[in-house]
């Protein structure tokens, strides 16, 4: 099996989807394996999203990501990375497939509902840098 890193923005902690998304993500055979709700600094999220640095949506993305309590997740399956993926849906809900986490609460492309990881080396990272591995269960 394969562990990916999950993120519920605070768009979604805003309008209460919490439970409406574990609902989307356990039904898709996912399960979730760490969970905790925190709010992260504006340190934590620059050095979360540092790969997108130089891009020109990073410090709104920053502002965003710190806006509001965020649910993190490590999310366990066959093939979980790419499946979660599936499951959100393309970034932009514009372009997202039926059904999909952001087809279904994303508002933008920005306020986009979810984060999952996109490799497997992004996904040891993004696990190791959110959890202990005893809180992993
Ligand atoms: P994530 O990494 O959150 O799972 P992603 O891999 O689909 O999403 P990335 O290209 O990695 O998308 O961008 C990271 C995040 O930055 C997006 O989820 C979105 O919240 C934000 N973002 C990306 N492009 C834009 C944009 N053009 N304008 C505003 N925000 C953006
Ligand atoms: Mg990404």
Redesign the pocket.
């Known amino acids: 099996v394969e562990r990916t890193f999950s993120?519920i923005?605070p768009d979604a902690t805003r309008r209460n989807l919490t439970g409406k998304i574990n609902a989307v993500i356990e039904g898709a055979g996912l399960r979730i394996v760490a969970q905790k709700r925190v709010r992260w600094t504006r340190a934590q999220a620059e050095k979360f999203?540092e790969?997108?640095k130089a891009?020109?949506?990073y410090g709104?993305?920053v502002d965003?990501?710190t806006s509001g309590p965020i649910v993190l997740q490590v999310l366990e399956g066959e093939n979980a990375i790419a499946k979660y993926?599936e499951v959100?849906g393309?970034?932009?809900p514009k372009e997202a497939a039926e059904g999909t986490v952001r087809k279904l609460f994303a508002e933008?492309?920005?306020?986009?509902s979810?984060?999952?990881?996109?490799s497997p080396a992004a996904a040891d990272r993004e696990i190791a840098l959110n959890f202990r591995l005893d809180e992993i269960v």
């Open positions: 993120i923005k999203y790969e997108h891009r020109p949506f709104e993305l965003f990501m993926r959100m393309a970034t932009d933008s492309k920005g306020s986009n979810t984060h999952g990881s996109d």
